[in-house]
């Protein structure tokens, strides 16, 4: 037993599992036909889902002006929401390779489950910039270099949005080259208990054939670890950059250098939010209590209270430097943002669910509370949701020019928009949960306590 | 030529499979190897297996990718085809490092993870034998290749004296 372990009073897998019990209890959800919560949850979040589609669809049909985007808020919902996925998408990277640099072994429960996550928060993500664009067919000329008969004309590498692109686009691809490693050797134990051979076959080809040979963990582990060591400043990097798209602007209430730390914590914080959430319901509807454990969630809620207060910290921050810089434009933003009559609702919203009541967290009782944790973890959500609305619109709305000044709202269609990608969200994550390991067995089994003799299964 | 097969001795609990693992190491097997549910700590130094130069190749198309986003950003702006852009330098180094940046992440991640299955684990392959379906459940292998009925004799014999709680013998290449 080494020092980490006997610092660890409760274990990380409860119910005195064997290595066994641990392969059933995972692969019972993929085994099994699914629940009638199970059908609800997924023809609700696919009608949901559909809605979005033929909305967007319709959008694009009659022209992005539908949106609420108008002289002077021209980013509009399009680019808070973008904001929002991209940041839930950052606690997966966090736990999937900052803690497993950092050798916290409790990641093994979550990680899988809070990689597709990122995957699908990220997809989500994705959609918004290219509605907004209002021609998402022309996104290629737009977004990519690629040769043309136009000069060739290239795509200007000096502007945030193409580094965003970039950030995106590998952060999309680095996240699934990692989760589809970690899911190799799970899938080959789904293929080596399939009873039928349609399943034997698709979990086989998906697993490549992996057998699980000694040499073959010696690289598999060396991979993992660079991939980690990679995905790490890789996370770091996506936000920040996606705070560029602000800082690097002459806007008041944007251009400052405290944005990338403050929208990497504000993802980190969201992130935690939304797998706390959904982990909640996850163990409760597939009866994983005995891994996602009061333990796990505990932790998640500590860093959620951590990167709640670092967010809050920036707020302030945010106002000191304003009064500090003496800038009169930069003082008046932040007077309207919090004061003032467009969006001072909108401020208080982010402040009272950002700042105010992850502060319950300080109770141990509470982070151990499930109805508790799942209540603030939404509000977390709609909080962050709320920043980047605040940032967005406050900044936008009054600009330099007065009679320009315009009050923007959300109008029907990006409610719709907006609630249909968390149907999309949520369909992905449904489907995940029935066709794929949610927790990584290899991973949960290297850090049980072993066997301590030779027992013979049937 | 004669027919190869493999031995296959199976152990159910880490601590005896890793004791015996480094005892086949000690018998110098020509072809062999260990088969395992998870990555059991300790297994490197017990199958004596050298560190993997998987970070070598990462380093290369790290650098690969370093390189490939600088010249596409440079190339573009300052050679191809340079435009003023609100009075940037065409070689505006500080703002090409984000992409740099992610080409060379994309690059060596995405090198990584394809060299270390096609070239290290030589996957995907669907043909080689999965001499147990719990060996990726619950149950410890070491798997030594043998040609011979006599060779397999010794084999087995080795294997009963290191505790193989089950001893299997499969047609085929390891």
């Known amino acids: 037993m080494n020092t980490a372990q006997a610092f660890d009073k409760e274990p990380l897998v409860e119910g005195e599992k064997t290595y066994r019990q641990v392969s059933d209890d995972v692969c019972r959800p993929l085994e099994s036909f699914p629940t009638r919560l199970w059908y609800v949850c997924f023809l609700v979040s696919l009608t949901v889902m559909t809605m979005g589609f033929g909305l967007i669809g319709y959008m694009i049909y009659k022209g992005v002006g539908m949106s609420g985007i108008r002289n002077p808020v021209n980013w509009g919902m399009m680019i808070v929401t973008f904001v929002f996925w991209v940041g839930i998408g950052h606690a997966g990277t966090l736990i999937s390779a900052i803690l497993f640099l950092f050798r916290q072994n409790w990641r093994t429960a979550i990680n899988r489950s809070a990689e597709a996550m990122t995957i699908f928060a990220v997809m989500c993500a994705g959609i918004f910039p290219l509605i907004h664009t209002g021609r998402p067919w022309y996104s290629a000329y737009w977004l990519f270099p690629y040769p043309n008969q136009m000069g060739p004309l290239w795509i200007n590498f000096r502007s945030p949005l193409i580094w965003d692109v970039f950030a995106v686009s590998t952060y999309f691809t680095i996240s699934l080259v990692f989760w589809y490693t970690g899911l190799v050797p799970d899938l080959a134990t789904v293929r080596d208990r399939a009873k039928n051979w349609v399943r034997k076959l698709v979990y086989g080809v998906l697993s490549l054939g992996w057998r699980g040979s000694g040499r073959g963990w010696n690289h598999y582990e060396v991979a993992y670890t660079i991939l980690a060591g990679l995905a790490t400043p890789l996370v770091i990097s996506v936000h920040s950059i996606v705070s560029f798209d602000f800082a690097v602007s002459l806007i008041p209430g944007w251009h400052t250098t405290i944005f990338p730390p403050y929208f990497v914590a504000g993802a980190i914080f969201s992130g935690f939010a939304m797998v706390v959430t959904l982990l909640v319901i996850a163990r409760q509807v597939f009866n994983l209590k005995e891994y996602i454990t009061l333990r796990h969630l505990e932790n998640m809620n500590k860093v959620i209270l951590a990167t709640g207060m670092l967010v809050g910290l920036a707020y302030g921050i945010e106002f000191f430097i304003a009064w500090y810089s003496g800038v009169p434009y930069e003082r008046f933003i932040f007077m309207e943002r919090a004061f003032g009559e467009y969006y001072a609702w909108a401020y208080w919203i982010m402040v009272s669910c950002n700042v105010i009541t992850p502060q319950f967290f300080w109770f141990k009782s509470i982070r151990r509370n499930i109805v508790f944790m799942f209540i603030l973890s939404i509000s977390v959500n709609i909080g962050m949701w709320f920043e980047r609305f605040v940032i967005v619109a406050t900044s936008l709305a009054n600009d330099y020019l007065p009679s320009s000044w315009r009050y923007f709202s959300l109008t029907k269609w990006d409610l719709g928009v907006l609630i249909g990608s968390f149907g999309m969200f949520f369909t992905l994550f449904l489907l995940f949960c029935r066709f794929l390991p949610t927790i990584a067995m290899a991973e949960v089994k290297s850090v049980m306590p072993p066997p301590q003799r030779e027992t013979h299964h049937g | ?174």
């Open chain 2, 1 to 174: 030529m004669v027919k190869k097969s493999c031995v296959v001795g199976y152990y159910f609990t880490p601590d005896s499979f890793l004791e015996a693992s480094a005892r086949v190491r000690d018998r110098k097997f020509q072809s062999w190897d260990t088969f395992t549910p998870f990555p059991v700590h300790g297994l490197e130094e017990a199958m004596g297996v050298k560190r993997s130069w998987l970070p070598y190749v990462s380093f290369v198309a790290g650098l690969a990718g370093l390189g490939g986003g600088a010249f596409l950003t440079i190339w573009t702006h300052y050679f191809s085809w340079p435009m003023n852009i609100s009075g940037k330098p065409h070689f505006a180094l500080p703002a090409y490092i984000p992409v740099i940046f992610e080409t060379t992440v994309l690059l060596a991640g995405v090198t990584t993870v394809a060299f270390m299955f096609t070239y290290f684990l030589k996957l995907p392959n669907y043909f080689k034998p999965i001499f147990h379906p719990d060996l990726t459940c619950d149950r410890f292998a070491v798997a030594i290749e043998v040609s011979g009925q006599e060779e397999a004799e010794t084999v087995r014999k080795f294997l009963r004296d290191i505790q193989a709680a089950e001893i299997h013998e499969v047609e085929g290449a390891l």
